[in-house]
């Protein structure tokens, strides 16, 4: 049923429904504004739903689990230690539901109308929401925040579908798969393939860089790559896939090392070599939105399209694709929609990636400090060094803060170890207040912590740690 031409109107409407455009309804909602989100599968998002919140539960049941099984050094012993995947698939999906139902309720509370549907740009201000049952609605609008988000993407040779998975398809496994191929060496790649190899898959991973994770620096990997060694996942670097042959037990992936062709069969294939913009069939080219050849949006420093009144964040804008770069997004665009001076600064975005040890990166690598000009001043502290990593049998790892020397002005820092995914916030504090590595070593940390490490780095730098010889 199509309800002819009338128009609910309404102040904001945000597609999407994910960590940027509940975050940008729920801010614009607080600012007076009347929201109407909208979003064609569910709240929360792949990142809720489908990504960042169901790998991470699996990947803390193969934490415990690899505990379980190899505690003899330390006194524990565990016999016949068994994983019941559909009670973890369960206990998964009870978390996802649990976030996915509270962000529900703070929608509500905040009285922001969800809408289930497909949502398409008819003019300029006025876009009309299709439901399963073909019901339309049309919504006529004075601002909108487009939060789409993204998918995989999916390669020519490797089409989803029966034993080729998307990172979606692998999270939903029913059984543990005796082995796996998988086809990037990224975040997503290494998370779910030392997850799945934690649980007992033969694993192999196929990346085209030099080394896995190359967004990260080729040293912090190095310790992730010793620990899917230890699981006897088998990693080629430099290696192009180039074509499937699949039945119904198994796939056989062919591959080239150089020149030297090579294959591997396994019964999935994981495909993880990045996302595409969900830009197309909304309708925006017709409305005026400029794009790139890619799909993703233009926007200016409020977030705001070509279109004044219309704003994107997240994943289908430029910048790395990260959840909580997406909910900055969305404060900054609700925001700038009420009137407020607020703008984006990317200075401060941390990058984790929740391997086995965990890699956490902020601000600016050594590298890029010197590319800069900065006059560059490093300190380095190893998690071998702290007593609570060692009491925490977890000690393989350091922490780098990298300064410039002239000022002591701490402007980024890397981190591989246990917990580097919640010790990297210091750091990223330390960045956007512009603190110095004084202001960290005269910062007193409680004892015994992982948090001493950072107090520690930042006492190397300038020459005077006391837990290891300086330089």
Wanted: charged share 25%; net charge negative.
């Amino acid at each position: 049923m199509v309800v002819g031409t009338f128009s609910t109107e309404v102040d904001v409407i945000v597609i999407g429904a994910g960590p940027g455009g509940y975050v940008a309804a729920i801010r614009a909602a607080q600012l007076g504004k009347k929201v109407v989100i909208v979003d064609r599968r569910e709240v929360g998002g792949v990142c809720l739903n489908r990504g960042c919140i169901p790998s991470k539960a699996l990947i803390s049941a193969a934490h415990r689990y690899e505990q379980a099984k190899h505690s003899d050094h330390i006194g524990i012993t565990a016999l016949d230690v068994k994983v019941d995947f559909s009670k973890v698939q369960e206990w998964k999906q009870s978390v996802v539901n649990k976030l996915t139902g509270g962000v529900g309720s703070l929608l509500k509370g905040h009285k922001v109308e969800i809408v289930s549907g497909e949502a398409f740009f008819n003019a300029p201000n006025i876009v009309t929401v299709t439901s399963g049952d073909d019901n339309t609605t049309r919504y006529e609008f004075k601002h909108c925040v487009i939060a789409t988000g993204s998918r995989p993407i999916e390669l020519k040779p490797f089409p989803f579908g029966g034993r080729i998975l998307s990172s979606d398809e692998a999270l939903a496994l029913t059984e543990i798969p005796k082995s796996l191929v998988v086809i990037g060496g990224g975040y997503i790649g290494v998370e779910l393939g030392q997850t799945f190899a934690k649980f007992g898959s033969k694993v192999t991973i196929l990346e085209g860089a030099d080394h896995i994770l190359p967004g990260f620096e080729k040293q912090l990997s190095q310790l992730v790559v010793k620990n899917l060694k230890k699981l006897e996942v088998d990693i080629y670097n430099g290696a192009l896939a180039q074509k499937s042959e699949q039945t119904d037990k198994d796939v056989t992936v062919t591959f080239k090392v150089g020149e030297e062709e090579k294959s591997v069969t396994a019964e999935y294939v994981l495909v993880t070599v990045g996302r595409r913009p969900n830009t197309n069939d909304i309708g925006l080219e017709s409305i005026g939105v400029k794009m790139s050849d890619r799909g993703v949006i233009e926007v200016d420093d409020q977030c705001r399209t070509s279109l004044e009144h219309v704003y994107a964040i997240g994943d289908i804008v430029p910048g790395l694709a990260l959840a909580h770069k997406a909910s900055y997004e969305g404060k900054v665009a609700a925001e700038a929609i009420a009137g407020m001076d607020s703008v984006i600064d990317y200075k401060v975005i941390p990058a984790v990636v929740f391997s086995d040890p965990e890699i956490a990166s902020v601000g600016l690598s050594e590298t890029e400090a010197k590319e800069k000009g900065f006059n560059v001043l490093t300190g380095r502290f190893s998690f071998g060094a702290n007593g609570r990593s060692l009491a925490l049998d977890n000690a393989d790892g350091y922490v780098k803060i990298v300064a410039d020397k002239d000022t002591g002005v701490v402007v980024g820092s890397q981190i591989v170890g246990p917990e580097a995914s919640n010790l990297i916030a210091e750091l990223g504090l330390a960045i956007e207040m512009g603190a110095t590595l004084e202001d960290i070593a005269l910062t007193i940390h409680a004892h015994p912590t992982l948090g001493e490490i950072v107090m520690e780095a930042a006492e190397g730098a300038l020459g005077h740690s006391v837990h290891q010889m300086n330089k």
